[in-house]
């Protein structure tokens, strides 16, 4: 009895140094994910093909989120009837998702990467607690250009997508609503997300990580100075006047269907689920591809 005691103690002692370790470990994977190896090439290779040969691109330099720059482009193409500000995925940047602006033709497009870690990659990534005053500064940068604010839509995905949400809040509280959102795959809060990525590493062992993961939101929050408890896009979501449509595969397990369907419930917006498409594969494998979905939305919303 007395060495099965003391093996239950060692591992006890094991258990709580492992987790405590974790937690220091895991703070860096949130907060300095890599990003993209793109060249100048790559990026003036997107932003050619998008200009197409009637459109064209300006340059503008803003002020993001606790106060770091912003280097925000904007797609001007002739007829257009308003802006589609798209807000990329973790770990990606603007070029990651301003191939959307494809679908898009009779709408300007604005792309800009969050924290502006594109330029300055030592800046921590918040999954939304300091990125919704990127978008919020988008925003008012637009509106100070001319652009009336039911002119403008948010096309998101993924952590952009619960960004989206978060910054919605911000602005309808300053000023009312955008002209629309359309969301593929919110993650429901930071909590969640946190729980969501490493089950996918550590599958039904993930439990067992549960104190390493508590430790290590909090040090993330004090290192980057937020609060981790107040990065909810579910409960950004609750009372939004913007119009909004959701987009999200039922075999997702980066961002389980549940934590949309929440989300969907509490905002009142309509929810369209592919069968069998996992973690952003929804808008390739809806019936008619992405456009096809979002053309009816805009419609509705006077785009």
């Given at each position: 009895?007395?060495?099965?005691?003391?093996?239950?103690?060692?591992?006890?002692?094991?258990?709580?140094?492992?987790?405590?370790?974790?937690?220091?470990?895991?703070?860096?994977l949130?907060?300095?994910?890599?990003?993209?190896?793109?060249?100048?090439?790559?990026?003036?290779?997107?932003?050619?093909?998008?200009?197409?040969?009637?459109?064209?691109?300006?340059?503008?330099?803003?002020?993001?989120?606790?106060?770091?720059?912003?280097?925000?482009?904007?797609?001007?193409?002739?007829?257009?009837?308003?802006?589609?500000?798209?807000?990329?995925?973790?770990?990606?940047?603007?070029?990651?998702?301003a191939?959307?602006?494809?679908?898009?033709?009779?709408?300007?497009?604005?792309?800009?990467?969050?924290?502006?870690?594109?330029?300055?990659?030592?800046?921590?990534?918040?999954?939304?607690?300091?990125?919704?005053?990127?978008?919020?500064?988008?925003v008012?940068?637009?509106?100070?250009?001319?652009?009336?604010?039911?002119?403008?839509?948010?096309?998101?995905?993924?952590?952009?997508?619960?960004?989206?949400?978060?910054?919605?809040?911000?602005?309808?509280?300053?000023?009312?609503?955008?002209?629309?959102?359309?969301?593929?795959?919110?993650?429901?809060?930071?909590?969640?997300?946190?729980?969501?990525?490493?089950?996918?590493?550590?599958?039904?062992?993930?439990?067992?990580?549960?104190?390493?993961?508590?430790?290590?939101?909090?040090?993330?929050?004090?290192?980057?100075?937020?609060?981790?408890?107040?990065?909810?896009?579910?409960?950004?979501?609750?009372?939004l006047?913007?119009?909004?449509?959701?987009?999200?595969?039922?075999?997702?397990?980066?961002?389980?269907?549940?934590?949309?369907?929440?989300?969907?419930?509490?905002?009142?917006?309509?929810?369209?689920?592919?069968?069998?498409a996992?973690?952003?594969?929804?808008?390739?494998?809806?019936?008619?591809?992405?456009?096809?979905?979002a053309?009816?939305?805009?419609?509705?919303?006077?785009?």
């Open positions: 009895m007395r060495r099965l005691l003391s093996a239950l103690f060692a591992l006890a002692i094991f258990y709580a140094a492992a987790s405590m370790a974790a937690g220091f470990l895991l703070p860096s949130l907060l300095h994910p890599p990003s993209p190896a793109r060249t100048l090439a790559d990026r003036d290779a997107v932003l050619a093909l998008l200009a197409g040969k009637d459109g064209r691109w300006t340059e503008h330099a803003l002020q993001g989120g606790g106060g770091v720059p912003l280097d925000l482009f904007w797609l001007h193409r002739p007829g257009s009837k308003g802006v589609a500000i798209t807000l990329h995925g973790f770990g990606d940047d603007a070029w990651g998702t191939g959307r602006l494809a679908d898009l033709p009779d709408l300007d497009g604005a792309v800009f990467t969050f924290r502006g870690r594109d330029l300055h990659p030592d800046e921590p990534c918040t999954l939304g607690a300091h990125e919704q005053w990127d978008v919020v500064s988008a008012r940068f637009l509106e100070a250009n001319g652009v009336r604010r039911n002119k403008i839509v948010l096309v998101a995905a993924s952590q952009g997508a619960g960004v989206a949400l978060l910054a919605l809040r911000d602005l309808e509280q300053e000023g009312g609503p955008l002209g629309g959102a359309l969301l593929e795959s919110p993650f429901m809060d930071l909590r969640d997300a946190a729980r969501n990525d490493l089950r996918g590493t550590l599958g039904r062992f993930e439990p067992l990580a549960r104190p390493a993961e508590r430790l290590a939101l909090w040090r993330a929050g004090c290192v980057a100075g937020f609060d981790p408890d107040a990065v909810s896009p579910l409960e950004a979501s609750r009372g006047r913007t119009p909004m449509a959701l987009l999200a595969g039922d075999a997702d397990t980066i961002t389980p269907l549940p934590g949309i369907q929440a989300i969907a419930a509490a905002s009142g917006a309509p929810l369209a689920v592919v069968p069998g996992g973690h952003l594969e929804a808008g390739r494998r809806i019936t008619g591809g992405w456009r096809a979905w053309d009816p939305k805009l419609r509705a919303w006077g785009f």
